[in-house]
């Protein structure tokens, strides 16, 4: 009696084993499938644990395994390859130049670090056109630098100097620009882009154009319901939102498997009937592919794609967090992993593209330009106090307002049928 | 002049501003085919077709933040709420992400989001709020609130020329109780200016939206005792009309303010400070609230009517201070 309960039990029937059941629904199975452009696929489990009366996160499963090479891209020559190198480099030593800024106390706030990131932001915004859009997350500071704001910029704002994007009023990646670099600016809370770009998606396409408008989410933050009702809104409305699902694991100190029950992100296309695809968050070649795909996608009017890109976030939530909730081995399986070292060694040692010398100049050249950048930015004023007033509305005369892409397109007026007065609601 | 109701004049208003400008456009729940629950974009998808009357998911957050970017492209969305009850739904985007947008970066929001606001239609306590107050609260805002159909409509045009975020509460109790003459040659009424919707001399009632009409009528009753009641309709209550308000209690010395929003925090404590700062010296008695209670909206028909501020309670009230 006891073993046949145990036989019926939930667990097993859901596991498909009731063979006449399976067999029936056969026909009505539904099937979906998830690219997945990962060499290697990275299986270990977080637990939280108690130890000698502490709680803490204990990791289980491989993490031996060896890196994978970089996977051939698609579509990148060599000069596109060695420009993403460049902004990796960038993104990262001024993320650095940042890290001392803020021990010599130049820094107001705290500083957001990217690190271990840097292929996946700054390889998704490489495949953006100038006229698409795109709109960053606190960490996504390369794709700011390849959409055209400079290591000064983001400094200066981080620092809160009168010369920064925002003049002093907002820090960190908060700024934007709707004139040239077609940036949207983001707020700190979570998710809240992925309406604004399908809205700008929406704008363009009323005016004659489809555009790719690229955004960004983290683990944590795809929690947030306004992440699901931007993306269905995309959805419905196919417009070409290119959503990269950073899960780098953490989301502030809360592990990913406390965020959500799927096995990969990239499944929740499925619920919005969109395509999603998986990408390894370190390799520049995958991130780059899956987003010129996706955005292809878009300028053809075929709507949104999601991209999960699976990485690590290398650092604390923000500096004052040292991250020691973080089992070490997991730090080390990713240190393996770097973004920047795979791609050199790619450059330098697979494809030829960059002789170690060469390397060594280019890193030179980048260092250069930061330090350029960084004592300009050290050098430059903070704003006056008085410039916190003003500019709370638009006044007459400070932006004149026009479609970005031409003129709305509008249907011919059709013969006015009379208007029915009566209210659909009881509410009278 | 034709007449048109509170609401036909406000779908006259979008329908004339989309014809006018090829960059306005509608997004909402259930405003396509059907016209929206309350009709008012009712006929606009056979005329504009689908592409600029768009039926949205029942995600109000994705509404917001869809109108802000489609305006950061240089269009002028008109975001229908289908109650401004549901708008606490999207509060972050209004709040954080477009009203500090261009203070923030730069970046002007030239859109409206408009809905039916208001009770005494015994909507209950989810279809009968008056949420202007969280959004007067907002720098960034500008926050509308007609009384009239030839405001209404005047209101509507001017809201969508606006190169600001504009909140526009539709009071549905006069959605098609009141009728105007409402021209139709091309006008706007301006944003942030008030009007005197009655002249008098002894007293004022400074007020917006349905209480308009209450005021109103009180002021008839008032005018049989021999108290003559001067009417200021603020039209906008964000940025508000200081100097309007600051005349009329030079001129009479004497002050009702009468809102149908809930007392604590509501629009007349902060016109009883304008009035403090403006114009102390002036007044000849203490300022009155006559508010609706600090409750939500209750049902049922005989719990609504003594919630809401009545005429009866301006005539009081009114006859109170005359004494003064």
Request: aromatic share 8%; proline share 7%; glycine share 10%.
């Given at each position: 009696m006891k073993k046949k309960a145990k036989k019926n039990s939930p667990r097993n029937s859901s596991n498909g084993r009731d063979r006449r059941l399976s067999e029936s629904t056969l026909a009505n199975q539904r099937t979906y499938t998830i690219a997945d452009y990962r060499l290697e696929k990275p299986s270990f489990k977080l637990r939280q644990v108690c130890k000698d009366d502490a709680t803490c996160y204990e990791i289980e499963g491989d993490l031996t395994a060896p890196v994978s090479p970089i996977r051939e891209s698609k579509y990148l020559d060599k000069k596109q390859c060695l420009e993403i190198y460049r902004w990796m480099l960038l993104n990262r030593k001024m993320e650095t130049a940042l890290e001392n800024l803020y021990k010599q106390g130049k820094v107001v706030g705290g500083v957001y670090f990217g690190l271990g990131q840097e292929a996946c932001s700054c390889a998704s915004a490489y495949a953006l056109r100038p006229d698409d859009w795109m709109g960053p997350m606190i960490r996504n500071q390369g794709s700011l630098l390849v959409r055209g704001f400079t290591a000064r910029d983001i400094m200066m704002q981080y620092m809160a100097k009168a010369g920064s994007p925002t003049k002093g009023r907002d820090a960190s990646s908060h700024f934007g620009d709707i004139e040239k670099r077609n940036v949207a600016a983001p707020i700190s809370t979570l998710g809240d882009l992925i309406p604004v770009l399908a809205g700008v998606a929406l704008g363009a396409r009323l005016q004659g154009r489809n555009i790719a408008v690229m955004t960004y989410i983290g683990d944590g933050g795809q929690s947030t319901g306004v992440t699901y009702e931007g993306l269905n809104f995309a959805a419905v409305q196919n417009l070409g939102v290119v959503l990269f699902v950073e899960n780098n694991l953490w989301g502030y100190s809360t592990p990913a498997d406390m965020q959500f029950r799927v096995k990969d992100l990239a499944e929740r296309a499925i619920a919005y009937g969109i395509p999603g695809i998986i990408v390894d968050g370190t390799d520049a070649g995958q991130v780059y592919d899956a987003a010129h795909e996706a955005c292809e996608r878009a300028r053809r009017g075929e709507g949104p794609t999601l991209i999960e890109a699976k990485m690590m976030r290398m650092k604390g939530h923000a500096i004052h967090d040292a991250a020691d909730y973080v089992p070490k081995p997991l730090f080390e399986y990713w240190r393996k992993r770097d973004p920047i070292t795979r791609f050199a060694n790619y450059l330098v040692k697979a494809k030829k593209w960059l002789t170690p010398s060469e390397n060594e100049k280019l890193i030179a050249d980048v260092d250069r330009e930061l330090e350029a950048?960084?004592?300009?930015?050290?050098?430059?004023?903070?704003?006056?106090?008085?410039?916190?007033?003003?500019?709370?509305?638009?006044?007459?005369?400070?932006?004149?307002?026009?479609?970005?892409?031409?003129?709305?397109?509008?249907k011919a007026a059709t013969q006015r049928r009379p208007t029915r007065m009566e209210a659909a609601v009881h509410l009278k | 002049m034709p007449q048109l109701t509170y609401l036909?004049?406000?779908?006259?208003?979008?329908?004339?501003?989309?014809?006018?400008?090829?960059?306005?456009?509608?997004?909402?729940?259930?405003?396509?085919?059907y016209g929206g629950a309350f009709k008012v974009t009712d006929g606009f998808i056979d005329r504009f077709g689908p592409e600029r009357v768009i039926d949205t998911p029942i995600?109000?957050?994705?509404?917001?933040?869809?109108?802000?970017?489609?305006?950061?492209?240089?269009?002028?969305?008109?975001?229908?709420?289908?109650?401004?009850?549901?708008?606490?739904?999207?509060?972050?985007?209004?709040?954080?992400?477009?009203?500090k947008a261009h203070y923030r970066w730069g970046a002007p929001a030239p859109l409206v989001i408009r809905g039916p606001s208001g009770g005494n239609v015994h909507g209950g306590p989810f279809h009968s709020q008056n949420p202007e107050m969280y959004f007067v609260h907002t720098p960034g805002l500008k926050v509308v609130c007609p009384a009239t159909a030839y405001d209404a409509k005047g209101l509507i045009k001017a809201s969508i020329r606006d190169n600001n975020p504009v909140i526009f509460f539709e009071h549905k109790y006069l959605y098609r109780r009141i009728k105007d003459e409402v021209p139709s040659e091309d006008y706007i009424v301006p944003l942030g200016k008030a009007r005197v919707a009655r002249e008098g001399s002894d007293l004022s009632i400074i007020t917006y939206a349905a209480m308009v009409h209450v005021a109103m009528e009180a002021a008839e009753i008032l005018a049989k005792d021999g108290i003559d009641a001067e009417i200021v309709d603020l039209r906008t209550v964000s940025p508000l009309d200081r100097q309007s308000i600051a005349n009329t209690v030079r001129k009479t010395n004497k002050v009702i303010l009468l809102h149908e929003d809930v007392h604590t925090g509501g629009l007349a404590g902060e016109i009883a400070a304008i009035i403090n700062e403006e114009v102390f010296d002036d007044l000849d008695g203490p300022i009155v609230r006559i508010t609706a209670q600090d409750s939500p909206v209750p049902f049922s028909p005989p719990q609504e009517q003594y919630f809401l501020p009545k005429v009866s309670d301006v005539v009081r009230e009114a006859r109170r201070l005359k004494e003064y």
């Open positions: 950048d960084r004592d300009f930015a050290v050098a430059s004023p903070m704003p006056e106090p008085e410039s916190a007033a003003g500019g709370v509305y638009c006044e007459q005369g400070c932006h004149e307002i026009k479609p970005k892409y031409g003129t709305p397109q509008t | 036909e004049a406000i779908r006259q208003g979008i329908s004339e501003e989309m014809e006018r400008d090829p960059a306005v456009f509608c997004l909402g729940e259930d405003i396509g085919i995600a109000e957050s994705a509404i917001v933040g869809a109108a802000f970017g489609a305006a950061l492209t240089g269009m002028r969305p008109v975001a229908e709420f289908q109650f401004m009850d549901f708008i606490g739904c999207a509060f972050n985007q209004i709040v954080n992400m477009v009203a």
